[in-house]
């Protein structure tokens, strides 16, 4: 299920410093043909079907078409990601369509503060098996420590 | 071709890799070296946002221990991941991860990832170790808070790192260097300690598909095993290479299974109608004690699939629609809806193309079962499996012999790993990859402070590195004219060209799908052969632009795994992991001699590689 780019609404991130489906591929597959003005994917056969980069695409010009060798024509799965959710809409092969909607944050974005209420570390602690904020974020009082050991 | 740009980075700590276990060594260094007034850097070949095994996001994370419900023990966990491995796991490193990894899920809740919650408001389990989680955003978030605990501004992205650095005199680590895949510059970056986090390695196996599909196997395609040839390179010793990890999933999606077993109850059955597991129980008895435990260990149960295969009852099917009925029965359709919902979520939180690999074949998992298969074999350190740096663990359980001053680091002063780049420490998924960059990077904060002045860096020899990364673009340019057709040249070969050959390589002669995992002394040597030829051939390829330039260099990675994995094989003479591999020249456990850990390291003045093994020490009953 290689990416492909829908040249009728790929304008090629003109208004960005670069293109967003380029900057986000995990696998360096998406880039700009530079005569043309509009991306494409120039190895498919090692796309994942991650789909990081139609999330991200701001004209919705990316989607999946089955891998050749593996699946039927056909079927779409296309995302709608928001802030707060994503909207997929599977169509089978068939026609028939479902919709499924997932939270997939519960905070603003940019809205993490790594080490809040956690202070400085105190002095002496970096020889400790304690990471970062555990007192706080463990759980537990206790860092556990094996029943029997071997040192 | 001119010559590239070359931009020096001087850090006090360089984390290689932006993945789980990259991004969990950001935010802990961050901490610590605030406070120390050192510098953290950390290195991506891809965006931070969307790179690593969790790029695609996830709908469980499988490891945590619920400590503060007194759901499990590290103890526990302990015995369930030596269970798994067949008896061979570092357990102090085990332990280390289960103690300490709730406190990182517990932050990504706070940060925003959100996790599904039963009706007393813990985390809802979807099996003893797992938890289910809506995370399609589960890496935007840990990342955003890798970049916020060092400052974006130390973040270097689509760089790939393809040496680490050694002070010639002292033989620590000091810096890396690597190349951006988006101009033609080279990065050295001069530091003093270095984690590598760079992650396992896929694509050493042909795969099932190998026309379009060649990417869509189970593990990242973009996960070339860097974390591993970096260190193998560098003269790092590596355990448990000869370990691998081959999981039934959902067929050609490489949908995740996990689901279907644990919380849907979801039988395997084959094509008869028989339940595999029940009908091949006498295969366990070969494999004792371990064939004996629960759960039976994932080779195993390969195993025991292999040999139905080989009875001829395949097709398997996930019985999805048996599971369905007996989880619907007497809901009421809302209730139903959210069953399918969850199901559904599964594939589209993380394997989105096995969902739409239903949708193209009109499957409804309430009516129609789903194939399954085996994969081709994967190197990680993170999963059911144990590939990785030998690493000392922490000073107050480690056993002697398995600490050497600064938990999760190598051999080689100064050089840290974490993720699947340490060994022998499996099961840790995720968030145990995530919390074990953490430890990593506490420790090497410690080394840093504990070690005056910097490694030296030796131009002469990065000037030579700088020299052999653009080879690739000399050998094309030399070349070219010698064929009328640019994809054939007596001269040389490009790197996908290279990657068929050595997945054949591998697949034929060192235990992959075609070769049914098995293999012996005779064809290992003479995989060994091929791949020392390739090696040869390897030195000529070419590349055209930057972005096979990367294929090339990730190519490398994958053939110093491969290596690695065939040198190991050959040494442990037993079959330790029927289903993972079998040695039929030694087809049996041999708890006697091999209840041991292999280890290699490779000595690069001479070209030579030493295998030895190194005793199994306990520390949980």
């Given amino acids: 299920m290689p990416t492909y780019v829908n040249p009728q609404k790929c304008d090629g991130c003109k208004a960005l410093d670069k293109p967003a489906c380029s900057y986000i591929c995990p696998n360096d597959l998406m880039i700009l043909d530079v005569a043309m003005g509009k991306a494409y994917n120039q190895e498919p056969d090692q796309c994942w079907e991650c789909y990081s980069c139609v999330k991200t695409c701001p004209q919705s010009a990316i989607a999946m078409r089955g891998y050749s060798d593996v699946m039927p024509l056909g079927a779409t ?46 002095a002496g602690e970096l020889g400790k098996p304690n990471l970062a904020g555990e007192d706080r974020w463990l759980g537990v009082d206790e860092l556990a420590v094996p029943e029997r050991s071997l040192a | 071709m001119n010559e590239a740009e070359v931009e020096v980075v001087e850090t006090d700590l360089l984390i290689l890799g932006g993945g789980m276990a990259g991004c969990g060594a950001a935010f802990e260094a961050g901490y610590w070296a605030a406070a120390n007034g050192l510098r953290v850097t950390m290195v991506e070949k891809a965006a931070v946002e969307r790179s690593g095994a969790v790029a695609m996001g996830l709908s469980a994370i499988n490891c945590y221990m619920g400590m503060r419900w007194g759901e499990n023990q590290p103890e526990d966990f302990v015995r369930y991941v030596r269970q798994d491995l067949m008896g061979l796991c570092r357990e102090d490193l085990v332990y280390d991860i289960a103690r300490h990894v709730d406190s990182s899920v517990h932050m990504f809740e706070e940060w925003g990832l959100p996790i599904f919650k039963d009706e007393n408001g813990h985390y809802k389990r979807e099996g003893r170790w797992q938890i289910m989680i809506h995370g399609e955003s589960y890496k935007p978030i840990v990342a955003e808070a890798a970049k916020k605990a060092i400052g974006p501004e130390n973040v270097y992205e689509r760089i790939y ?18 190349f951006s895949t988006r101009e033609h510059k080279v990065y050295v970056f001069k530091a003093r300690a270095v984690i590598s986090a760079a992650g396992g390695a896929t694509g050493v196996f042909r795969p099932h598909a190998v026309g379009e599909g060649l990417g869509r196997i189970w593990y990242a395609p973009w996960n070339t095993g860097s974390a591993y040839s970096l260190m193998i390179r560098a003269g790092a010793a590596m355990t448990q290479m000869e370990h691998r ?98 199901a559904w979520e599964d594939f589209l939180d993380m394997t989105m193309s096995q969902a739409l690999l239903w949708a193209s074949n009109n499957i409804d998992p309430a009516k129609v079962p789903t194939e399954l298969d085996l994969t081709e074999p994967y190197l990680m350190g993170s999963h059911s499996s144990a590939t990785g740096a030998w690493v000392s663990g922490p000073e107050d359980l480690s056993p002697k012999g398995y600490f050497w001053g600064y938990n999760r680091m190598s051999t080689v002063p100064g050089l840290f790993a974490a993720g699947d780049g340490v060994g022998a420490s499996a099961h840790k998924f995720s968030s145990g990859s995530y ?56 001269d040389f070969f490009y790197p996908k060209q290279g990657l068929m050959r050595l997945q054949k390589i591998m697949d034929e002669y060192v235990a992959g799908l075609a070769a049914n995992f098995m293999t012996n002394e005779p064809t290992l040597n003479r995989g060994l052969e091929l791949l020392g030829v390739f090696r040869e051939d390897l030195a000529q390829a070419a590349a055209r632009d930057r972005h096979e330039l990367l294929r090339v260099w990730e190519l490398w990675d994958r ?52 295998l030895e093994t190194q005793p199994y020490h306990s520390i949980v009953s």
């Fill in chain 2, 559 to 610: 053939l110093w795994c491969a290596e690695a994995h065939a040198r190991h094989i050959l040494f442990r003479q037993e079959t330790r992991w029927p289903g993972y591999y079998y040695r039929g020249d030694y087809p049996a456990l041999d708890e006697e001699n091999w209840h041991v850990f292999v280890n290699s390291s490779f000595d690069a003045p001479s070209g030579q590689w030493k």
């Fill in chain 1, 77 to 122: 799965l296309t995302p709608m990601r928001g802030t707060e959710s994503i909207m997929w809409t599977v169509q089978f092969r068939d026609k028939r369509v479902k919709r499924f909607k997932f939270p997939i944050r519960s905070t603003p974005w940019g809205s993490i503060d790594p080490y809040a209420e956690m202070g400085e570390p105190p």
């Fill in chain 2, 161 to 178: 790192v393809a040496r680490l650095l050694k002070d010639p005199e002292t033989g620590a680590v000091s810096g890396a260097i690597g």
């Fill in chain 2, 435 to 490: 919390t074990e960059g953490r430890l990593a990077a506490k420790g090497a904060i410690a080394y840093i402070q504990d070690t005056q002045g910097r490694p030296a860096v030796e131009d002469g020899e990065v000037q030579g590195i700088i020299e052999e990364l653009f080879a690739p673009y000399k050998t094309f340019e030399n070349g070219a004219e010698k064929s009328t057709k640019v994809e054939v040249n007596p």
């Fill in chain 2, 245 to 342: 990890l081959v999981v039934t999933r959902f067929k050609d999606g490489y949908g995740p299974v996990g689901m279907w077993f644990l919380l849907f109850k979801g039988k395997v059955r084959n094509a008869y109608g028989e339940l595999y597991e029940e009908t091949q129980a006498e295969a366990l008895e070969d494999f004792l004690p371990y064939g004996h435990g629960r759960p039976i260990p994932t080779p195993l149960r390969n195993h025991q699939m292999l040999i139905d295969r080989r009875q001829g009852k395949g097709p398997h099917y996930m019985r999805t629609d048996e599971a369905l009925a007996a989880m619907t029965a007497g809901l009421d359709p809302k209730a139903v809806r959210q069953i399918e919902a969850d």
